[in-house]
């Protein structure tokens, strides 16, 4: 069975600063990967994914992440962070040719600071 | 022009009862799915439906049966509700089943009482 784990159920960094939330993905096999954005009281939004093509994914809003298989990692980073960025982030796993099946991980709440 | 949509947005219910949950998407997709958010946010996958058909059924209460009357509408009813369905229903569509985005409703909130 496949799985994600985030480390860090909140993260705080301060306007301006790099942001780094972390994600690491259990599976014999390199699965593909999402970033979902959570605002609050919203439905999920979809960041980025990885899906075997380049191992460097940038997406929406400036965040990128990078698939690192030798360290079976998905990080997600955006160089500054600004306060419309405060939200819940989930990093999710879906099985090849297993159908869009999304298992989340636990959730990351980043606070953005003045 | 909201692409998938749920209703209610909030339920309050007591228990035993039972009620439904709607989900249309306007996005002309052929798949879409149910989630639980419980109360630390913890999402799970219920269901999936692809062109009407049930391709997921996770480990969910036979009590839940997700009802697809066309590929536009996903809907959910839950009988006998318990205090633990307390939860965020999200319904979400994609196209195709692999690795495209799935793109969620707003959530339906139910506070099983």
């Known amino acids: 069975a496949q799985s994600v784990t985030q480390l860090g159920s909140h993260v705080s960094v301060s306007e301006g600063a790099l942001v780094l939330l972390r994600c690491n993905y259990s599976s014999s096999v390199p699965p593909y990967l999402f970033w979902y954005v959570q605002y609050p009281n919203q439905g999920l939004q979809l960041l980025l994914k990885?899906?075997?093509?380049?191992?460097l994914v940038k997406g929406i809003n400036g965040f990128e992440a990078e698939f690192k298989k030798s360290e079976t990692s998905f990080h997600l980073t955006k160089p500054s962070a600004h306060m419309s960025d405060a939200a819940e982030y989930f990093c999710?796993?879906?099985?090849?040719?297993?159908?869009?099946?999304?298992?989340f991980g636990t959730g990351t709440q980043l606070k953005v600071e003045l | 022009d909201t692409a998938v949509s749920q209703t209610p947005k909030y339920l309050v219910t007591q228990m035993g009862n039972d009620k439904s949950i709607k989900c249309e998407q306007n996005?002309?997709?052929?798949?879409m799915y149910w989630y639980k958010q419980d109360s630390k946010k913890f999402l799970k996958i219920m269901f999936s439906?692809?062109?009407?058909?049930?391709?997921i059924n996770e480990t969910v209460p036979n009590r839940f049966s997700p009802k697809s009357p066309d590929k536009a509408h996903l809907n959910l009813h839950i009988n006998s509700l318990e205090l633990g369905d307390s939860a965020v229903y999200f319904c979400a569509s994609s196209q195709g089943m692999e690795t495209e985005t799935q793109y969620f409703g707003p959530g339906t909130r139910l506070l099983v009482l």
């Open positions: 996005l002309g997709h052929d798949t």
């Open positions: 999710a796993v879906s099985p090849t040719g297993g159908g869009n099946k999304l298992t």
């Open positions: 439906y692809n062109n009407k058909e049930l391709i």
């Open positions: 990885y899906t075997s093509a380049a191992t």
